[in-house]
């Protein structure tokens, strides 16, 4: 499902895995669950909060914090204490929730 795409968003992953596995990470796991992203739309760094976009979603807790974007924590066991809200994040559970958070920010952001 690339509804965000469809709805006009742009999609880029951001991910901290190093340089030397990434292509295989890549292929097992995110082309073939979400194969209409591409190679353009990766961008490799372990300092998130370089990223210079709207919205990151993460599931680890300093990749968040103090990014220059609206913060979603998903749900992990390695985050579950965390106090995501406490800490100007946005907790979710699941990638429908993430959807209902994103749509609600755009509404926002248009009217």
Same mark, same amino acid.
């Given at each position: $499902?690339?509804? *965000?795409? =469809?709805?006009?968003?742009?999609?880029?992953?951001?991910?901290?895995? +190093?340089?030397?596995? /990434? %292509?295989?990470?890549? =292929? =097992? #796991? #995110? *082309? &073939?669950?979400? +194969?209409?992203?591409?190679? $353009?739309?990766? !961008? !490799?760094?372990? @300092?998130?909060? #370089? !990223?210079?976009?709207?919205?990151l979603i993460d599931d680890v807790v300093h990749n968040l914090e103090g990014g220059d974007y609206i913060k979603i924590l998903m749900t992990a066991p390695h985050n579950r204490d965390y106090d995501?809200?406490?800490?100007?994040?946005? &907790?979710?559970?699941?990638?429908?929730?993430? @959807?209902?958070? /994103?749509?609600? !920010? %755009?509404?926002?952001?248009?009217?």
């Amino acid at each position: $499902d690339c509804s *965000f795409m =469809d709805e006009g968003h742009e999609v880029y992953i951001v991910t901290a895995t +190093p340089y030397i596995s /990434v %292509a295989e990470k890549m =292929d =097992d #796991l #995110l *082309f &073939r669950w979400f +194969p209409f992203i591409t190679w $353009d739309q990766v !961008i !490799i760094t372990r @300092r998130k909060q #370089l !990223i210079r976009g709207d919205i990151l979603i993460d599931d680890v807790v300093h990749n968040l914090e103090g990014g220059d974007y609206i913060k979603i924590l998903m749900t992990a066991p390695h985050n579950r204490d965390y106090d995501a809200e406490g800490n100007g994040m946005i &907790r979710v559970n699941n990638w429908e929730e993430i @959807r209902e958070v /994103v749509s609600g !920010i %755009a509404g926002s952001a248009e009217g």
